[in-house]
């Protein structure tokens, strides 16, 4: 009966181990890796900020599942219209889904920076950003970028850093100002287990993005600031 008791308690630590130790130590690295990657690359002032030519804007939808808008959305389409206006960049790429023909977050962004005042011939829209691997991938391997600014919220901008980083471009990024834990606990935790589902992409799946090509290099307009 003893030896049965020992057996059993030893399966219970096996099972605690494999289900609860081992994956948040998983979320413990993953994050921490992230944040290193991101370190001092992250700026919250367009006083502040460094000039590129060009900002990758990371994709969310206009509107949320229950039909109203979406803060997340606008935090990142007037953070990306402050830097083009205060000359901090000269062009705009807008990278999100546009899996189907009612869905379509490049447009959608394109629209709103243009109701901003960004010229249309300063924004390129990237249809193919499923993913912040994919937007972020694509900013080179479609676009010709190796040097850019990244535009989204805090919470998000360490991720893509990293990705950019890991693949050995000079990024820096731009953090619209997170919202409250009201509107952001979802996407806050989302995160969380996004960070090593990165890392998986980056260090054992090696992943590139769902379409990789064909080449479409931005030719900046002599006339953008």
Sequence with gaps: M????????ARLIAAALA?????????LW??????????????????KMPSNDVALVLGTAKQTARGYSN??????????????HAGKV??????????????NEPTDMRDALAAAGVPTNAITCDYAGFRTLDSV??????FGLTRFTI????????????????????????AAPDLSARWSARVRAREVFARVWGALDLYILNRGPKFPG??????LSAASP
Aim: aromatic content about 10%.
């Design 2 to 9: 003893k030896r049965f008791l020992c057996r059993h308690r």
């Design 19 to 27: 289900f609860v130790i081992l994956p948040g130590l998983a979320l």
């Design 30 to 47: 993953a994050d921490h890796v992230c944040r290193s990657a991101a370190a001092r690359r992250i700026f919250r002032s367009v006083d």
């Design 71 to 84: 803060r997340h959305f606008k935090q990142r389409m007037d953070a990306a219209a402050a830097l083009y």
């Design 90 to 103: 000269r062009h705009l790429l807008v990278s999100g889904d546009n899996h189907i023909k009612s869905y």
């Design 137 to 142: 991938l694509r900013a080179q391997s479609v």
């Design 151 to 174: 535009v989204t919220e805090e919470f998000h901008c360490s991720r893509a850093l990293w990705i950019a980083r890991q693949h050995g471009w000079d990024a820096v990024a731009f």
């Design 214 to 219: 064909p080449p479409e290099p931005i030719l």
